[in-house]
């Protein structure tokens, strides 16, 4: 079926990373909301821990835009996931024109907004800058003409350097339809760790909304709107209507570990697990006993940071044990990986983990595997045959020291992972650094595949 895209939207991106996208993402969204019109949030790129701020704000999951993993599915995927919106506002990734690469467009904010034709609104950050501005916004423009510019939003500013600034950028052809204020709690709310911005699951969500409510106080709803429509073109797509359903026998019970440990879910697994299974929700921190399932899930997380409460929780690292001895089926990625291995060295400190893979995970200042990363399965693993190629991304400031001998399941063409290989199998266990989006390939469907026939076959 070919429609058109035509809900109105923006891009929000700036001319570096690190320049508050998440924070005016945020803040437009709740001006919005809060003038009473319905927002879609979306993130460019395999981002999670954005997306998972951007929740928050809407009571509504947002999905990722990722034109490397995804292709031209991007357009379908804002048309669904924007339906009965009045605007959608995608949050890009890194600055404007910067890519994977570095040597051309491809993954790059500025491509997604060509494909889109989803118009930049363009964030300028005012410390120690006044003309400057101008030559930036001039500079942005001409470098690729076919990226249109609808207006530009100020942050982290002085007062005094709203109508200064705002008249430099106006006489550049944009208008200016906001700005946020200096804020000493807000910049500590939004402050970076290794890996970015605190997840959702982690932040103290009554002061992250009571800064988010100061900084859209000055963002000019109706001009962002007018924006909106006014440059927004119409997109063609072709509809899949029918979708691949699974053959399953049997409702599987899935456990997802989570809490504040384990947070790196693409809302549409958890959407997945619900479609496929019965859902139960495991805290790695407080809950003692797996109980009755069939199948686990370990996402990435922060295991590092909460590494203490993992090492004290012996009773749930015991059941996780019983389960994988007992022929249980786990997938894990990255940090669930960390969690399975015998400990974790983290600030000199070493942290006894589930034991479940026979090696040491350390904890680096700089990141081991940071990219978009392809790999192919050389062994048959629960989640894919061997000679299928999976592709996702990897973003893990761990390395493995190895103890026990293990044949990798996964061979990567490019990326890390190990050590140019990956993947554990232990009985019907997987564990591996990368990160697997759903929508390029579903590892749920397929591992619940995996014991649906085991689960079949037994007398």
């Not at 003309?131 to 916004?137: C, D, E, K, S, V």
């Not at 940071?305 to 929780?313: H, V």
Request: glycine share 10%; with cysteine; aromatic share 10%.
């Amino acid at each position: 079926m070919i429609m058109e895209l035509t809900v109105p939207r923006l891009i929000v991106s700036s001319y570096k990373g690190k320049s508050g996208k998440t924070l005016v993402t945020l803040a437009i969204a709740y001006a919005l909301n809060k003038a009473g019109f319905t927002t879609s949030l979306f993130k460019a790129g395999p981002d999670y821990i954005d997306a998972s701020l951007h929740g928050l704000v809407t009571a509504s999951p947002s999905r990722n835009l990722d034109y490397v993993l995804m292709g031209y599915g991007i357009i379908e995927r804002l048309h669904k996931y924007s339906r009965g919106s009045d605007i959608a506002l995608i949050e890009g990734v890194a600055g404007l024109y910067d890519s994977p690469s570095g040597v051309d467009e491809y993954g790059s904010t500025a491509q997604l907004s060509k494909i889109l034709k989803a118009p930049i609104l363009l964030i300028i950050n005012g410390e120690r800058i006044n003309r400057t501005a101008g030559a930036l916004i001039r500079g942005l423009r001409q470098f690729d003409p076919d990226v249109k510019f609808a207006g530009v939003v100020l942050t982290n500013v002085a007062s005094r350097q709203v109508d200064k600034l705002s008249r430099i950028i106006e006489e550049e052809g944009l208008p200016v339809v906001g700005f946020i204020p200096r804020d000493e709690e807000l910049e500590n709310v939004f402050k970076y760790r290794h890996l970015g911005l605190m997840h959702a699951r982690e932040v103290d969500k009554g002061l992250l909304m009571s800064v988010i409510e100061r900084a859209s106080a000055n963002i000019n709803v109706g001009a962002i709107l007018k924006l909106a429509k006014e440059y927004s073109e119409p997109v063609k797509l072709s509809l899949n209507i029918n979708g691949p359903v699974p053959i399953i026998k049997g409702a599987p019970r899935i456990g997802i570990m989570a809490g504040r440990v384990f947070t790196f879910y693409y809302p549409e697994t958890i959407e997945e697990a619900y479609t496929l299974g019965n859902v139960k929700f495991i805290d790695p921190e407080k809950d003692g006993e797996l109980g009755d399932i069939n199948i686990l899930l370990i996402g990435g997380g922060f295991p590092e940071l909460y590494a203490e409460g993992l090492e004290g929780n012996r009773a749930l690292k015991s059941s996780v044990r019983k389960f994988i001895d007992g022929g249980g089926y786990l997938y894990a990625e990255c940090g669930g990986l960390m969690y399975l291995t015998n400990s974790i060295i983290y600030n000199n400190n070493e942290y006894e983990m589930a034991g479940i893979i026979d090696a040491l995970t350390i904890m680096l200042n700089k990141p081991v595997g940071h990219g978009y990363s392809s790999a192919r399965v050389i062994k048959d693993i629960p989640i894919a045959p061997r000679g299928t190629m999976l592709r996702g991304h990897e973003f893990h400031y761990s390395k493995l020291v190895l103890k026990g001998n293990y044949e990798y399941a996964l061979e990567y063409e490019r990326g890390v992972g190990v050590n140019g290989k990956d993947g554990f199998l232990i009985n019907n266990a997987y564990a591996h650094y990368l990160h697997i989006h759903p929508y390029t390939y579903s590892v749920l469907s397929n591992i619940v595949k995996s014991w649906s026939l085991n689960s079949t076959s037994q007398p």
